[in-house]
């Protein structure tokens, strides 16, 4: 298993673009581009094999969604962690999503996406 892997860049096809901020006209827009959790779950499976990560979600007292994501490197579990509060398209699973996508770059999944001009 080589983790250098997990930063590798996702085929242009998988990476989607959304509006963060509009606009008053709606003339002009800021575009922030992500991934599908599918397509990180996909990654890791790929370089690490599904039997070797994981993911476990917990939830704070203000309602915001934590995920950690384990690699097994060798024995060990190494874990990273980020998360997420609901989002305004999916409510709860939109942050649970949210949770994962932001712990996977931990890991290096999808970085450079944020090293794109805005």
């Not at 999916?90 to 805005?118: M, P, T």
Request: charged share 30%; net charge neutral.
């Amino acid at each position: 298993m080589n983790l250098k892997y997990l930063a590798a860049p996702f085929p242009r096809q998988a990476v989607h673009w959304r509006a963060q901020t509009v606009g008053r006209n709606g003339d002009k827009a800021l575009a922030l581009a992500y991934l599908d959790a599918r397509d990180v779950m996909d990654r890791l499976d790929m370089v690490c094999g599904p039997q070797n990560w994981q993911d476990e979600y917990t939830e704070t007292a203000r309602g915001r969604v934590l995920c950690k994501i384990g690699i097994r490197v060798g024995d060990e579990w190494v874990w990273k962690s980020d998360g997420a509060g609901e989002t305004a398209v999916e409510g709860e699973k939109g942050g649970i999503s949210d949770a994962l996508k932001r712990a996977a770059v931990h890991w290096g999944i999808g970085r450079y996406l944020y090293r794109f001009d805005a």
